[in-house]
């Protein structure tokens, strides 16, 4: 093996929620701007500030754009990882509830409305980005190219589905990334960003930093999006040669394969031959079957890895098949062009016309992370669509972190210092206790869960408990 395997690997999401609000008749809806600054009230009182850290280790801000943002905590496991991302789903849902009563008692009215989505519908784009632990040895360059081939033809597995210009495509990003591999953010977005920002011992570690992933609402395709992902991830480290060789115009092919649902659109390689999309991820799969039979039984048990290997290749059997009710359960886009036909046939529309506002609203209202309002939450609560994971295991990721990484020391920190009213900060690196004398402490292993140091912290706090020095408040 060429360098350390990660089998346990440290990932997280980040996810930007689209928010808009509807008066109660339909009329006026507030600025973005506005209700956000009613969403983030209660953190502000509580935390002086729309940019903190949760006690189940997740941190909540408010980003440019009037974005509600989630970052899970760092997690482990692939089930872990399901479970803070959607439990990020039902924190910021509980803002808007609260928003909602707000605009109520002060006689404004009006109804919230939180997208898990990537497109708004000015056609402006926000993302969701994966953030994976891979080692220093690793140049991020040299492995984001390895990387491009199966990031590009991913969206076949996992894309969120999405009308665009009257027609479906099967990713929300494709159309919005420009480069391969680069540096920027927004004036030129990647699909890999390349900033060197580890949050850890920069001296072994590396954060690959995946931004053109379309947000789930499946747990399904979460779980193929982030395992598959991590699979190739581990293989590339294993020095195992990977089957598919670099991709000759990645943004052609990116925009090509979102707009085929067949997943047959030809993609040109690098030495001039052709391969469909397809086939480029069924060679991945391949290599990941052969891969779990020497994958070290870590972090996300090698079993549970073969559930996503097994559901990998069934997608791909679907697409090939041209049979995606098999996989209208599972996937995104399926399940949401199922939908969407339902409501073609009910319209006497033809099989490619998307263009009826009916179906631009159903596009949206299947992202609605509103209990009673988005339509993938009335299927799911009908028991309609495949689960990975469930709900108690949200419920307690709203408020119980991650207890085999660092998080686990972040969040008893920071319940602890909720407890006591103590004056503290902290961001992914460091705890810091602010008074009565500055202490700190720096967690610079991702997959550290247990330290002396945080500990001895905890204790400074109970001991300088009601110290006059202390005012009560909190900066994280």
């Not at 690959?208 to 779980?223: F, K, P, Q, R, Y």
Request: proline share 4%; net charge negative.
């Amino acid at each position: 093996m060429s360098q350390q395997v990660f089998a346990r690997r440290v990932t997280g999401v980040e996810t930007e929620y689209g928010i808009t609000c509807v008066h109660d008749g339909g009329g006026k809806r507030l600025p973005a701007e506005e209700i956000a600054r009613y969403m983030f009230r209660p953190v502000v009182d509580t935390w002086s500030s729309s940019n903190v850290f949760l006690e189940n280790g997740a941190r909540l801000y408010l980003d440019v754009g009037s974005h509600p943002e989630v970052a899970t905590a760092e997690c482990d496991t692939l089930a872990g990882l399901i479970a803070q991302e959607r439990a990020g789903d039902r924190i910021v849902n509980d803002l808007a509830a609260k928003a909602e009563a707000k605009l109520a008692n002060e006689s404004i009215g009006g109804r919230v409305y939180l997208l898990k989505n990537n497109l708004d519908s000015f056609g402006n784009s926000y993302g969701c980005h994966e953030n994976y632990l891979v080692g220093r040895s690793a140049v991020l360059k040299t492995l984001g190219q390895q990387l491009l081939p199966f990031l590009i033809t991913r969206q076949l597995i996992c894309g969120a589905g999405s009308i665009q210009d009257g027609r479906f495509q099967i990713s929300q990003r494709a159309d919005h990334v420009w480069e391969g591999v680069s540096s920027a953010t927004t004036r030129s977005r990647p699909i890999i960003n390349t900033r060197d920002e580890p949050h850890a011992d920069s001296h072994r570690f590396r954060r690959l930093h995946v931004i053109v992933g379309d947000s789930n609402m499946s747990e399904t395709s979460m779980a193929l999006k982030v395992g598959a992902t991590q699979l190739v991830l581990e293989m590339i480290e294993a020095g195992i040669a990977l089957p598919v060789q670099a991709l000759a115009q990645e943004m052609q092919a990116i925009r090509d394969i979102s707009r085929d649902t067949t997943g047959a659109v030809a993609v040109q390689l690098s030495d001039g031959s052709q391969l469909s999309a397809l086939a480029i991820q069924r060679r991945y799969c391949h290599a990941a079957h052969d891969w779990l039979e020497q994958r070290p039984d870590e972090g996300t048990p090698t079993e549970q890895m073969r559930k996503v290997v097994a559901l990998w290749a069934k997608v791909l059997d679907a697409i090939e098949a041209g049979d995606l009710d098999a996989i209208s359960t599972e996937v995104d886009w399926a399940i949401k062009l199922k939908l969407l036909r339902q409501f073609q046939q009910r319209l006497g529309l033809e099989p490619e016309d998307f263009s009826h506002p009916k179906l631009q609203q159903i596009d949206l209202a299947y992202h609605d992370i509103r209990p009673g309002r988005g339509l993938f939450l009335a299927l799911e609560a009908k028991g309609a669509l495949a689960r990975w994971i469930d709900d108690a295991a949200i419920e307690r990721a709203m408020t119980t972190p991650p207890s085999t990484t660092r998080a686990a020391l972040r969040g008893a920190f920071l319940s602890q210092a909720q407890e006591l009213s103590a004056p503290v900060a902290c961001d992914w690196l460091r705890l810091k206790v602010l008074r009565p004398e500055p202490q700190i402490v720096e967690l610079s292993d991702p997959l550290q869960a247990h330290s002396d140091q945080v500990a001895s912290l905890l204790e400074y706090m109970r001991t300088h408990h009601g110290s006059k020095a202390e005012d009560g408040s909190q900066a994280h």
